[in-house]
């Protein structure tokens, strides 16, 4: 059997793909579920879509997602970073968002304020935010869950999920992605 190979009109099925051992990948971008490399066809990719993400179909490529880090520099100071991926002609992209001083007692709803802030001064919709994934903030770990409350005040739909495997996904996506480009 062939190995069926991703193809860049999968994103508008809300689709990218992981590159594995010796195959591809089907990945949701909205709940990072992968697939199996069989499912990589059109319509089990839509099925997903529309029996999971109903609320997505036809505009599968406007939403966007956050990623919350932290870094802690050599005064013991902590950084909170955001960045954010969203689709951009035919691909994935991930850019930093902003990077804001983080006390080490912040509470969830001085994280929420920061990004709150920052949605208000650049325009950005909350309505299209699909996902979030703050692991990689330990100061945040005791918040987390407030922040994860706080995220569904602003939109309902909003998916955070656990993705410390996601993090290095996100690597293999970005250089299989140029290294198809
Ligand atoms: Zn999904």
Request: hydrophobic content about 35%; charged content about 30%; aromatic content about 8%.
């Amino acid at each position: 059997m062939p190995k069926r190979k991703y193809d860049d009109k999968y994103l508008d099925y809300g689709f990218t793909f992981l590159e594995g051992r010796d195959e591809q990948l089907p990945q949701c971008v909205i709940c990072h579920k992968t697939l199996s490399n069989d499912s990589m066809k059109p319509h089990q990719l839509k099925k997903h879509l529309s029996n999971v993400h109903p609320e997505f179909v036809g505009k599968e490529r406007q939403f966007f997602e956050l990623k919350l880090d932290e870094s802690v520099d050599v005064a013991n100071l902590s950084q909170l970073i955001v960045f954010v991926r969203y689709v951009h002609d035919q691909s994935i992209e991930e850019d930093l968002l902003f990077c804001r001083p983080l006390e080490t007692t912040t509470q969830a709803a001085d994280v929420m304020q920061l990004v709150d802030a920052f949605f208000e001064e650049e325009g950005l919709d909350w309505g299209k935010l699909v996902h979030a994934c703050t692991d990689g903030a330990p100061a945040m770990l005791g918040a987390r869950s407030g922040f994860a409350k706080l995220l569904k005040q602003k939109n309902p739909k909003v998916v955070t999920l656990h993705c410390i495997i996601h993090r290095s996904a996100i690597k293999d996506d970005d250089t299989t992605a140029q290294r198809s480009a």
